[in-house]
């Protein structure tokens, strides 16, 4: 299995980041329908129908495999010899960030059900802070494992 992974590693990686971007393609996008749906649609109006199917074919369609593929793909590189040194700083600091993304995802993922189940939208303002998450993370996790201090 070790060295499968390791004859494995460059597709692992490759796929790896192919997951990375599709996943932060609509963890970036999703907040920025939720400011729109709450601060220009009517609940009710076929314009409020035409958003919620928006947000749940993101999410069901692109963020949540997206998600899956970057975790296995990415634990498929932790698994393969030589490439994480948990003697190092980046490893921990790409874990706390990749574990943030996480609860991002799932965050957005219940803002989306509140919406379906008709409960009041968080405000436009809020949904501004939080799409700033995604970038800060973003910037930590890059950084972590490409500058590796
Ligand atoms: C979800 C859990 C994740 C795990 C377990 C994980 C793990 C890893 C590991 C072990 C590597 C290999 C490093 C090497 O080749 O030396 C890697 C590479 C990489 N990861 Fe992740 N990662 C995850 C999520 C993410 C996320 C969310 C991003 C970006 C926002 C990201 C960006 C990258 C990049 C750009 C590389 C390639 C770095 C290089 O070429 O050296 N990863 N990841």
Redesign the pocket.
């Known amino acids: 299995m070790i060295d499968f992974l390791s004859a494995l590693y460059p597709w692992t990686?490759a796929l790896?980041?192919i997951s990375?971007i599709a996943?932060?393609a609509g963890l970036f996008y999703l907040p920025r329908l939720f400011v729109y749906h709450a601060e220009q649609v009517t609940p009710g109006s076929p314009t409020d129908e035409m958003f919620q199917t928006m947000e749940r074919r993101l999410i069901r369609a692109i963020m949540n495999p997206a998600m899956v593929a970057?975790?296995v793909f990415?634990?498929a590189?932790?698994f393969t010899p030589g490439?994480?040194d948990w003697g190092a700083v980046w490893p921990w600091t790409?874990a706390a960030?990749?574990l943030g993304?996480?609860w991002f995802h799932h965050w957005c993922s219940r803002r989306r059900k509140d919406i379906v189940k008709g409960l009041p939208h968080r405000s436009g303002h809020e949904y501004r802070i939080m799409n700033e998450v995604p970038t800060l993370?973003?910037v930590l996790?890059?950084v972590s494992?490409?500058v590796r201090f």
């Open positions: 990686k790896h980041v990375v996943w932060m970057t975790w990415g634990l590189l932790v490439i994480v790409k960030g990749v993304m996480t993370l973003m996790i890059v494992v490409i």
